[in-house]
């Protein structure tokens, strides 16, 4: 391997790395950079690796684009080897990905292209631990990516204009997507007669949560709670897919209301019944030193006072 | 932009033509300026300016810098504010673009050229009563109109050189030249220089009055190039100095002599 050099590059040579998944720098992470840089230059150089007469970045995209907007003549930068297509898409990964919180969807548009990448070197598809070996992602946020990769072009785009606007302004977050995404799926799973319905869905959803009939991101989590709860609770089927039925085409009605009138109780019913087992459990199991203790004891007391109270008054 | 400054798509450039730690995201060349914009995605300031600025000014680079940023774009208020301040002290023009309506623009203030930016006047060492008029000549003159604020200067220092004519002749003191009370065709110069023979107050704040009066005639003309534009900018500048420090002094003068300012 050659020796890694390092040069002062002309700015204009310098191009970002057609790998890169960052597709969007925000104004607001750029800006404390633009003041250090201008303040004391640029102290740790850039990685590049040279195609032609020009420099590609492998690591410093923000440090580059902040010496261009100061009108810098010249950036250090380190001269890498040229890495295969592969390690060169990994390396933004290994570099990027670990060091910076990276929009989850930048991310997941490029995980297509890491599969094919090492189809073509091994011969084979990637398992998920294979890809999270190999991006150092957890198998999580491969979960995750894959869900975006699987949305409609239509809501790619708007997750990708969105994330152009500053954090505060954005809408609909990838997190939107991925917890409707999540709840769907779980519909999808158990009522497979909504499936081709699903896409007019989202559709409806997008708009409740537009007009605050959806308040929360995490209200989906109780859809997701609804279409299993017949398995859960053992509430009637029926019930829960007219349940489902009017959270995602009832444009009027938020899922925090209809989960309150369907199934809230028997979920609530079901917690306490398992909190009852735990502490039966625990009851039984005390030791008779443990039922010696004044404190136990005294608690002991109050519950058996609380229940004989509650015993009496159904009588 | 285009059709404000009569720009084509000839006059787009990449950067300044020399060095400026700064490549806004737009920048036109016309005649007499350059007219630079940067696009913030939040509020009406960008840092960027705060770092260019200094040497903008020390190069006398005629710049007029606009910044164009999202109208409903939620910033904090004492964020906004903060912009706001800067983007008025730095002499910078604000656009705003409504994205929520169909990227409805608004030029919501006029920049002024970058080497004409005055910083923000101490009123304290004023007269409390010519201070309403001198804050408005200010801001006229920083949101895009600078000759408009410094004709505002010239009308406040005439009135008050006028009034001392009227005061001297009441007193039988201005004897000489050919000015009457009340007579508002008679050349201010003349007046003044009236005044000076017959020492009605302080020559050297009179000398001051008389130079100023000169030096107006040397910028109210338009400049067709970037030089002329440089030139007029920095007479500009310094008349509006020099009208700042005549104003400071004036009252003093008029004291001294027991005349009523």
Known sequence: ?315 | MEERYDLKEKDTINTFPTAISWNPDLLWESKTHYIALEISDIGPFRPTIEIAFGQITLKELPVKIYVAYPKNANQPKDSYQKDLKSAKNYGIGIISVDDNNNFITEIEKDPVSIPLVINEIDYSIFKKQICPTLRECYATYMNGNPQMGLQRMYQLIESKIRKLGDQAIINNLLTTGGYSKGDRSYSLGNLIDDLMRQRIISNAVLGRCRGFVDDRNNVSHEAKTKMEAIKIEKNTKDNFKLALRILEELPAAFANKNYRF
């Open chain 1, 1 to 315: 391997m050659e020796q890694k050099k390092l040069k002062h590059i002309a700015i204009e040579c310098i191009e970002p790395n057609p790998e890169n998944p960052r597709i969007v720098f925000r104004q607001e992470e750029l800006d404390s950079l633009l003041v250090s840089i201008n303040k004391i230059g640029v102290q740790v150089p850039i990685s590049v690796y040279q195609e032609g007469d020009k420099y590609f970045i492998i690591d410093g995209q923000r440090r580059f684009l902040t010496c261009k907007k100061l009108n810098h003549k010249t950036i250090p930068a380190i001269v890498q080897d040229k890495p295969s297509e592969l390690d060169n898409l990994l390396l933004m990964f290994n570099i990027h990905a670990l060091r910076e919180q990276w929009d989850i969807f930048t991310i997941a548009m490029k995980i297509p292209r890491i599969k094919k990448l090492f189809r073509k070197r091994n011969g084979f598809d990637p398992t998920e631990s294979e890809l999270s070996q190999e991006t150092g992602l957890t198998r999580g946020t491969i979960r995750r990516c894959n869900m975006i990769i699987d949305l409609p072009e239509r809501f790619k785009d708007l997750i990708l204009e969105e994330l152009k606007k500053p954090k505060s302004k954005q809408t609909f977050s990838e997190d939107f997507f991925l917890e409707m995404e999540r709840s769907l799926k779980t519909i999808k799973r158990r009522y497979p007669s909504f499936e081709t319905r699903l896409d007019d869905a989202r559709d409806i959803l997008i708009e409740k949560y537009k007009t605050s009939v959806i308040p929360a991101i995490t209200d989906f989590r109780k859809l997701s709670k609804i279409a299993t709860a017949p398995g859960n609770t053992g509430i009637d089927r029926n019930i829960a897919e007219k349940a489902i039925e009017t959270a995602l085409f009832n444009i009027n009605i938020g899922i925090q209301e209809i989960y309150e009138n369907t199934v809230a109780n028997k979920y609530n019913e079901r917690k306490f019944l398992l909190n009852v087992d735990n502490f039966a459990y625990y009851l039984e199991n005390l030791t008779e030193e443990e039922i010696d203790d004044s404190e136990i004891k005294d608690a002991l007391v109050k519950i058996k006072s609380i229940i004989d109270k509650l015993l009496i008054e159904e009588d």
